[in-house]
């Protein structure tokens, strides 16, 4: 399977002759399909493993290569590590077999599927309608606007859209062509709600509350709605969750199609409210670690012993799994699932908006935040590695004035009181995050990314409003971000600039408001990705400068909230500044 990305067909194809080279026989799709029916299709037809050739969300400079296994998921970690065993006794000169593509299709060792699979997989995603009347009553009035960012949902997703009953699906034309540059936005992730400007000019010229967008393999969606104001504002993969949780469970009960024992599955970075709403509701919830290949083996585990059946799994960052036949996330699912809920509440006289804070009064006011910490190139892995050796050797007894009351290290599992210092297990263990709970409820997390050169902080929180369980984040930010960075700076000698955009500042400005840090010699700068983007603009320069070459990757300023500079690094930055804001002076 491939994605709408550069070259992905041609390094599908050599997949493929590989595998017909060793005697392995394959399928291919014979264009560009969503992650899911790849998935889906490895079930279908009994295969052992499945390879798809994306890169998902990431930049356009970007291409990847995932394995499955016979499930329909992602490779577990010791499959993958088998995979890693063998390729290293691989010589990558002379030892790689590769068969003519016509020839192995000729001999039956490469089979192409096509539209049969499509309507197989299709057969399976209009299944999951739990209320086709809900859209009917609504369907002469009710409009929507949909992207799938140049990718792979362009053909799938407004077929099952048009197959719930959407009468008014407004599709941005310009994001409806195929094209591997993602030519339209900077970042064609729907987690990003910059690259939405074209579905919402679109949303505005149609009176819209609701949009949906689909990352260029399909398997994460994103929506924006909009609230009383009339302002379109995005809605995070946590509350997007929260929103369908709570949806599929009335929906499921009204139809008849919720089953004995339910229950609901979640990353543990991924919002406290999700289990909230799962037992409020009578359902149990169950975490794992972060990644769709440990949800999947959490719901055949649960299934197959018959302790539950799984009617929705998620995580935060904008991945959801419904039904039987995929073992990953499905934004085609998802999307369809998400606007039958629309459909629903516009026949209650409500939009998504108001379905949110409904879901707020209901089940508490949580509040989450996620920050990027970028570390590019090999001292970036280097720097990821002592940073969460420093967290375990020294960790907080208290962030910003709170006490930590609870640690726990997924690596080992185990939990610590911090006040009596005794010492116990949990279910899960062997990922390298710790998480630090503190005694005002708000909940910190820490874990480098698997796949970028990026660590990641998750804040949560609860209060007693929405403003004040933001409020808890905020205060929480700066104070969790100079603790986890302290090993990189002398024992706490960290800058966390952030001088805010909203008053577009100049380049004077924003140089004056880093001489306190240059002055104290602080040997590691935190930059917001906003100050960072400020700059640039004031400056009339490209979003990605040679300046950044040694400390930026192209997506650093594009997807992550703050940008971690070495001394050196950061020097360079601020001379870049000097000219001008000497012209400027």
């Known amino acids: 399977c491939m994605d709408c990305r550069n070259h992905s067909m041609e ?73 890693a065993r063998e390729l ?34 299709m057969s399976h995603v209009m299944a999951m309608v739990n209320d086709r009347e809900s859209m009917a009553k609504v369907a002469d009035t009710f409009h929507m606007v949909y992207t799938p960012f140049h990718g792979c949902g362009w053909k799938l997703v407004p077929e099952a859209l048009r197959g719930l009953g959407v009468k008014h699906l407004h599709c941005v034309p310009e994001q409806m062509v195929l094209d591997g540059s993602f030519p339209t936005v900077v970042s064609p992730n729907p987690e990003n709600p910059e690259g939405f400007y074209l579905a919402i000019d679109l949303a505005r010229e149609n009176d819209v509350d609701f949009i949906l967008g689909t990352d260029p393999d399909s398997d994460r969606v994103g929506i924006m709605i909009r609230n009383h104001s009339g302002e379109y504002r995005p809605v995070t993969g946590n509350q997007t969750g929260v929103l369908l949780l709570d949806y599929l469970i009335g929906a499921m009960r009204r139809s008849g199609k919720m ?32 990644g769709f290949k440990f949800l999947a083996e959490k719901k055949d585990k649960l299934e197959n012993a018959g302790e539950g059946k799984v009617i929705f799994a998620y995580e935060e960052s904008y991945g959801y799994m419904l ?32 379905a949110l804070l409904a ?31 420093n967290l375990r050797e020294n960790p907080p ?42 005694a005002d409820g708000t909940t910190i997390l820490v874990r480098p990314s ?51 955009v909203s008053e577009a500042p100049s380049t004077k400005a924003a140089v004056a408001a880093l001489t306190p840090v240059t002055e104290n010699k602080f040997t590691t700068v935190v930059l917001s990705r906003e100050n960072v983007n400020e700059w640039l603009s004031v400056r009339n320069i490209p979003t990605v400068h040679p300046i950044f070459a040694d400390q930026l990757n192209t997506y650093d300023v594009v997807t992550a909230q703050y940008v971690v500079f070495s001394k050196e690094g950061f020097d360079a930055f601020l001379a870049a500044k000097a000219e001008p804001a000497a012209k400027e002076a």
């Open 11 to 83: 390094f599908a194809r050599a997949a493929a002759e590989v595998c017909a080279a060793n005697g392995i026989h394959g399928r291919i799709f014979e264009s560009l399909r969503p992650t899911p029916e790849l998935s889906f299709a490895v079930r279908e037809y009994d295969c052992q493993a499945g390879i798809n050739v994306t890169a998902s969300h990431n930049p356009k400079e970007y291409n990847g290569y995932k394995v499955y296994w016979s499930d329909g998921a992602q490779l577990p970690p010791q499959h993958a590590a088998a995979i």
């Open 323 to 354: 039904g039987d036949y995929v073992r990953d996330k499905d934004a085609v699912t998802a999307a369809l699932s998400l606007t039958e809920m629309a459909a629903w509440y516009a026949g209650q006289g409500m939009t998504l908006y108001d």
């Open 450 to 500: 698997g796949t970028e050169p990026k660590i990641k902080i998750y804040l949560s929180g609860k209060g007693a409003t929405m403003e004040e369980s933001l409020a808890e984040i905020e205060k929480m930010k700066a104070a969790a971000l100079k603790y986890v960075l302290s090993d990189r700076a002398n024992a706490g000698h960290v800058a966390v600039v952030d001088f805010g």
């Open 359 to 389: 879901c707020y009064e209901k089940y508490g006011y949580y509040g989450e935040k996620t920050l990027n910490l970028v570390m590019p190139g090999l001292d970036g892995l280097k720097d990821m590695a002592q940073l969460m050796k």
């Open 259 to 290: 089953p004995e024992k339910p229950v609901a599955l979640k990353t543990i970075v991924t919002t406290e409210m999700a289990r909230k709403v799962a037992e409020v509701n009578g359902l149990k919830c169950y975490d794992t670690f972060t």
């Open 88 to 121: 290293e006794q691989i010589d990558i000169f002379t030892g790689i077999r590769r068969m003519e593509f016509d020839d192995a299709k000729a001999q039956g060792l490469i089979e192409i599927m096509g539209a049969e699979t499509d309507e197989r997989f």
């Open 397 to 438: 007894a208290e962030i910003s004035g709170v006490k930590v009351v609870t640690r726990k290290d997924y690596t080992d599992g185990s939990v610590v009181d911090c006040a009596t210092g005794a010492k116990s297990a949990m279910e899960l263990s062997g990922s390298n995050v710790l998480r630090f709970e503190l």
